[in-house]
């Protein structure tokens, strides 16, 4: 049975280490002549992205009060993206990556009769299994009830484009994320399907308004 490590020991300087490990990482790779595959060192493309990467927040989630914080009181910046599952390709190239089980980086508790007081304990929150919010203030529910409300969403990344700024497409739910499976609809549409890793819950459908336009990939980003 896995023990949990004494948060006493749990220093800036490890947890500070946690986050850097979140997250996900763009690598380039290459068959050589003989068919081995090799990662490409010092590729123009590898970029890691963890707990501390800026974000956008888009969609209809983005800029609502629920979403605003001291840091970021426009609600729509947000840094990182953590407890990463599985996610799936876009037929326009980008990578979505699900945010699974973000309760658990949440600690202390609620000011009493906080309006969250609910939906965080829909959520599980605080999980309280990690020790950020002992080094980090926006981990922490007593001085930040609304970060954990940034957390729970699929992420879209460009994986060709090494500045581009990852965005949370909160137009695909809040949920524990178990991954992001995608097909184009026989009407031309763009279907994710996507199941809570929750007991008991269930299995999503995301449908896009628009067509894919699949003789101008670019037009697909923000479909």
């Known amino acids: 049975k896995a023990r949990r490590v004494d948060p006493e020991l749990m220093t800036a300087d490890r947890v500070g280490i946690e986050m850097m490990a979140h997250g996900g990482s763009i690598i380039e790779v290459k068959r050589d002549a003989a068919g081995a595959w ?7 493309f590898a970029r890691r992205i963890t707990a501390e990467t800026p974000m956008d927040l888009t969609g209809p989630a983005a800029g609502h009060e629920r979403m605003k914080t001291a840091a ?3 609600g729509r910046r947000v840094l ?28 202390k508790s609620l000011p009493v009769g906080h309006p969250e007081e609910n939906a965080h304990k829909r959520y ?3 999980g309280g299994r990690y020790e950020w919010s002992r080094h980090h203030a926006r981990f922490d529910l007593s001085k930040e009830p609304n970060e954990a409300n940034r957390f729970g969403w699929i992420v879209e990344i460009d994986p060709l484009d090494p500045a581009s700024t990852p965005k949370k497409r909160t137009a695909l739910g809040r949920i524990k994320h178990e991954g992001a499976a995608g097909i184009i609809n026989k009407d031309g ?7 809570d890793d929750q007991r ?6 995301f449908v896009t308004a628009d067509r894919v336009d699949t003789q101008d990939l670019s037009k697909n980003r923000d479909i």
């Open 189 to 195: 549409r763009y279907v994710v399907y996507s199941g």
């Open 124 to 126: 599980a929150i605080p």
């Open 72 to 74: 970021d009181p426009t």
């Open 38 to 44: 090799g990662v490409i060192a010092g590729s123009k």
């Open 200 to 205: 008991f819950d269930y299995v999503y459908r």
């Open 80 to 107: 990182g993206m953590i407890n990463n599952c599985a996610g799936g390709m876009t037929p326009w190239g980008t990578w979505l990556t699900c945010e699974e089980n973000t309760n658990n980086y949440f600690g």
